[in-house]
């Protein structure tokens, strides 16, 4: 699935993503990996509350089957443009609304959620319009957390020519604040998502927490 708002190479990139769910939920890459930003997230949502809650560029769907088995919401969406991974996300629950659409563009009334997460998955959306969408389909004070790689460091350069940007970017943190503030929202806490084992450390990672103004 493609619309106009979505970056230029992001039909592959999500077609990609749909060849390797097969193997995304590999163990140990899963809980060395995603696992802690996604603690992150429930810890977050825990406090902040809301019923009505979208995990966007959902995957496999596995954070967003845990905020609906741990959380007492009302609703949970799982977004993906990927069909493959979906397959995979729908076969674990049919307690979340699974929905084909990509971040740009979701489809849902104005203001109906609570909360917008998303997990390593932004970098690949259109920055400006997904981060547009969040907003209009937020309540005023409704929750936005993003985790992204941190690119500055030893990777800056190496993850980031121009022709990579047609299909992601990894916007560092002062970007990401910039432009969440610039976008109608206050951004409430910005820091490295804490991974305990030794090694992951390496993996820097950064979650961004904001609320819609
Ligand atoms: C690295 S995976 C992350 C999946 C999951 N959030 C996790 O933490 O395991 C990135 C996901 O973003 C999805 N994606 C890429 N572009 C997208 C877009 N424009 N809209 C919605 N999802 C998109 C891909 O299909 C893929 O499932």
Known sequence: ???ASTRPLNRFVHRGWGRVARVYDFPPVQ??????????????????????????????????????????????YGFDAAAGM?????A???RVLWRQRPAEDLGLAEGELDAVVSTHAFPFFNHGPAVAEFHRVLRPGGLLALVVFNP????????????VREAMYWPSPGEMRTMLADSGFE????????????GTSLVRDVVTVAERR
């Open 92 to 94: 674990r629950t049919d």
């Open 187 to 198: 951004v409430v806490e910005q820091r490295r998502v804490r991974r305990p084992l030794f």
């Open 31 to 76: 809980r060395l990996m995603y696992r802690p930003p996604q603690d992150e997230i429930i810890a977050r949502l825990a406090v902040h509350g809301g019923r009505r809650v979208a995990d966007v560029g959902c995957g496999t769907g596995i954070l967003a089957s845990r905020i609906r088995a741990d959380l007492p919401v009302e609703t949970v």
């Open 152 to 163: 500055e460091g030893p990777l800056t350069g190496v993850l980031q020519p121009a022709l």
């Open 86 to 90: 979906l397959r995979r996300a729908r």
């Open 1 to 3: 699935m493609m619309t």
